[in-house]
């Protein structure tokens, strides 16, 4: 199993310039995740999904961030302006429901460490 | 909603040296509780975890023991090795989602 794929994994961008980071989850989860971890903050759930429906956006910072999963293999993070303030590593994460309860184990991606100058 | 409060770093050990991160939380119920670790560089992964009070989780020489009566997971370990140099995140299972702490920075000295 490759894992919980992301890219790019780096991307460096100017302010105002809009920025779409992708996630792939293992194949077969039905939750994924999206976070995002800075020194100030520590990690932040932003938003996730059960079986490619938004459950919980409460964590999006602000009407520039948006998440899609269009399909149960994708989904995107997209920051519309993007701004200095969101410079941090983002990270997807995917887990599978047991018996009815989302108690397993969250697999994370590498993250995609964003710079906006 | 849930709450973690982890001792802060980084905690600096030589190595073979005894390892304890503190961990305590606020939730409703009893949730399952969970460790993870972030290598430098990489996502995190799942260290251990245990769904019950009075459980023990352990995995590769680190274990916690899931303490109800005092809110408490605390991780351990008997000898820590300079590969064990990361940072460590205790994280109650929330509503729907996990509550991650602020994370430990553990560094190992040889």
């Known amino acids: 199993d490759a894992g919980v794929i992301q890219s790019p994994r780096h991307e460096v961008t100017e302010m105002g310039q809009e920025v779409t980071l992708r996630c792939k989850p293992i194949?077969?989860?039905?939750?994924l995740f999206w976070y995002r971890q800075t020194m100030m903050r520590g990690l932040e759930l932003l938003i996730y999904?059960?079986?490619?429906?938004?459950?919980?956006d409460s964590g999006m910072p602000e009407d520039r961030f948006s998440a899609k999963m269009p399909n149960a293999s994708f989904s995107t993070l997209k920051i519309q302006p993007s701004e200095p303030r969101d410079s941090a590593v983002y990270f997807c994460?995917?887990?599978?429901?047991?018996?009815?309860?989302?108690?397993?184990?969250?697999?994370f991606g590498p993250g995609t460490r964003l710079t906006v100058l | 909603g849930n709450s973690v409060t982890q001792m802060e770093g980084p905690v600096t050990l030589s190595e073979e040296a005894f390892l304890t991160i503190n961990c305590t939380y606020t939730a409703t119920g009893y949730p399952s509780l969970f460790w993870y670790v972030q290598y430098p560089g990489e996502g995190l992964q799942l260290l251990l975890k245990a769904t019950k009070a009075d459980d023990k989780g352990s995995n590769k020489g680190f274990e916690a023991t899931y303490r109800k009566e005092t809110t408490s997971f605390h991780l351990e370990k008997g000898s820590v090795q300079v590969s064990d140099s990361a940072v460590y995140f205790c994280?109650?299972?929330?509503?729907?989602?996990?509550?991650f702490g602020s994370g430990t920075r553990l560094q190992v000295q040889p």
């Open positions: 999904f059960n079986n490619n429906v938004p459950i919980d």
């Open positions: 194949s077969g989860h039905d939750y």
């Open positions: 994280a109650p299972w929330g509503r729907r989602a996990l509550t």
């Open positions: 994460a995917s887990s599978l429901t047991l018996r009815g309860h989302n108690l397993d184990t969250q697999y």
